[in-house]
């Protein structure tokens, strides 16, 4: 397979907001990042990608871009940015910034022009229809509860938002659009980033005639089946064309509901749209009848068909991205693992093997390299994240949760659990703001933070700083090929990595026990000389059978 620097590369994701605060208005900002650059460089990350940090008024905590060239005042100035930038070039790390561009917010200006009048040169930046017999043009539902259409009584229209109302989206069908979101890309290219996450890239194509979706039964609206729409290839290659291959970059589709087949689209090995995509199988395994509101945990088996399939199936074709965790969904360790104070440490490097010994690029989602766990919510007034407060208000008022449910729930599954603030050192606020953080600390920042796992060897931290090296130094982590082991088993997950070379062949055996209590696994006959290249136990040699202890993993290496 073709080298590339991305498919080498470890991400380290910034949530701007939660990372660190520089001037105690308890709000993280881009003087915090520049702060804590050395942190990053001792962890050994290669690329940040940056969540939005652009202008806007937060109602989805900058997912609602009111200005893409300019920098929301709460994380400092275009200069702060600019010295940021170089403050990770200088230290070899790469920068890959967020694109919001399936939808803007109702403040920017393309979007205070459009709805002005039917006739403004602005109003096919979006989707504006007539309401249907009283009611909005079609069934579909916002991704943030409630229909997926807001009346405007300036023009007695409504606009679409498959988000909140105040994000709008933007209509990709006309080249207007395309023009001015591929003229904001280059601006920043020519900054010198290094490339793009592309927020709900699989959504910017919609059918003709925004159709009906299908109604489950009792429901109001439906799912608008809006992914992997029509133009979306051909509107990815014309931005590759007109941006991408202009630049040395890596870009990474956020692609909810995409399949094997349209991952191969999207990344194709050519180069012609995406270095890669975010599938979200794995992270749509414990959901419910009422989508992720649920406490329904992942079963191991599941987990490893999705990701074996992921793995063996776009081997060759297209490259993969490899996350557990980011500002979406539930902090990793508590959701595929077990943070209890006795399996904590050991489980999150555990997780930290399973994943990062796969094939495609990792993704380490701030504070997933300490081990960090969901922050409890002890009351909605607590909560922050809009997607949470609209499904307890949509999920409760409706009578089909009960208020209690719905804060478990939240506990369990809410964005919020992972956008609390990092957890520093063990001062007040976990170090990351003199003032008043605009989110609760978790309160076991005492027992969890950075300060102590640096100056302690044996710490999550300075296992994933072991794993992030071993994936420079070791080809076949990086370029093998994937076998999964023991399907059937319900606690192990076993694998192997196999790399032809010209002088012989290296394969990796991973071992990971996602089990609470001694389980044994036979090692294969092949990897008795090998050499124990990563363990989270005390193992120091290879025997026929391995006890395994609760959460321990183990990767042999036999060249
Ligand atoms: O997320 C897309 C998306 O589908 C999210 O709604 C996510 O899957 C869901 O919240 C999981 O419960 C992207 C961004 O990552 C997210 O932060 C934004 O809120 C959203 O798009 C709108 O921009």
Redesign the pocket.
């Known amino acids: 397979m073709e080298r590339k620097w991305w498919k080498e590369a470890v991400v380290y994701q910034i949530y701007p907001r939660s990372f660190m605060d520089s001037d105690g208005d308890g709000v993280g900002d881009l003087k915090g990042i520049i702060s804590r650059l050395d942190y990053l460089k001792e962890l050994g990350v290669d690329v940040v990608w940056l969540s939005p940090v652009y202008k806007s008024p937060n109602d989805?905590n900058g997912?609602d871009i009111s200005d893409y060239q300019a920098i929301m005042e709460e994380f400092g100035t275009m200069e702060d940015f600019d010295r940021m930038l170089a403050g990770m070039h200088e230290r070899g790390i790469r920068l890959v910034m967020d694109l919001?561009v399936n939808?803007t917010s109702d403040e920017h200006p393309w979007f205070v022009e459009s709805r002005k009048s039917k006739d403004n040169p602005y109003r096919d930046y979006y989707f504006w229809r007539e309401g249907k017999e009283g009611k909005e043009p079609n069934n579909w539902a916002s991704?943030f509860s409630g229909s997926a259409w807001q009346y405007d009584d300036a023009t007695d229209m409504y606009y679409l938002h498959l988000?909140s109302k105040k994000?709008p989206d933007l209509n990709w069908d006309n080249p207007k659009v395309r023009d001015e979101v591929f003229s904001m890309m280059n601006w920043w290219c020519d900054k010198g980033i290094d490339g793009f996450r592309m927020?709900?890239i699989s959504m910017i194509s919609k059918k003709p005639g925004l159709p009906d979706g299908e109604l489950f039964p009792g429901a109001q609206y439906a799912w608008p089946g809006v992914v992997n729409g029509p133009h979306v290839h051909e509107y990815l290659q014309e931005m590759n064309c007109q941006v991408l291959s202009h630049y040395d970059l890596m870009t990474v589709g956020?692609c909810?509901g995409v399949t094997i087949e349209e991952a191969k689209k999207y990344a194709r090995a050519d180069g012609k749209e995406l270095s890669m995509v975010f599938q979200?199988e794995h992270v749509g395994l414990d959901d419910g009848r009422f989508g992720?509101w649920t406490d329904r945990r992942v079963d191991l088996r599941d987990f490893k068909r999705i990701m074996s399939k992921w793995q063996s199936e776009l081997a060759g074709a297209a490259w993969n991205s490899l996350f557990l965790g980011n500002?979406?969904?539930p902090r990793s360790l508590s959701r595929f693992g077990c943070d209890a104070p006795q399996h904590r440490v050991m489980c999150a490097k555990m997780l930290a093997t399973c994943l990062h010994m796969m094939q495609g690029t990792p993704y380490v989602y701030q504070g997933e390299e300490l081990g960090m766990t969901n922050t409890p919510f002890d009351s909605l007034d607590e909560v922050r994240d809009i997607?949470s407060l609209n499904a307890f208000r949509e999920l409760t008022d409706g009578g089909v949760v009960t208020p209690e449910d719905m804060m478990r729930f939240i506990n369990l599954r809410g964005?919020d659990t992972a956008r609390t603030p990092m957890q520093w050192d063990d001062s007040e606020n976990a170090g990351f703001t003199t003032g008043t953080p605009w989110i609760k600390v978790n309160p076991n920042y005492k027992e969890i933070n950075a300060a102590d796992q640096m100056a302690d060897p044996d710490s999550v931290f300075h296992y994933y700083k072991k794993l992030i090296a071993l994936r420079k130094q070791e080809d076949v982590i990086v370029y093998g090929d994937y076998q999964l082991l023991a399907p059937e088993s319900e606690t192990l997950y076993a694998y192997t990595r196999t790399l032809e070379r010209e002088d012989g062949t290296d394969e990796l055996l991973v071992i990971c026990s996602f089990a609470g209590q001694e389980e044994t696994f036979e090692i294969p006959e092949k990897f008795l000389d090998g050499e124990i290249l990563i363990g989270n136990g005390r193992r120091e040699s290879v025997e026929r059978r391995f006890i395994l202890a609760p959460y321990e993993a183990v990767a042999i290496l036999k060249r």
């Open positions: 989805d997912y919001v939808h991704c988000f994000q927020d709900v956020e909810a979200f992720k500002h979406d969904q997607e964005r």
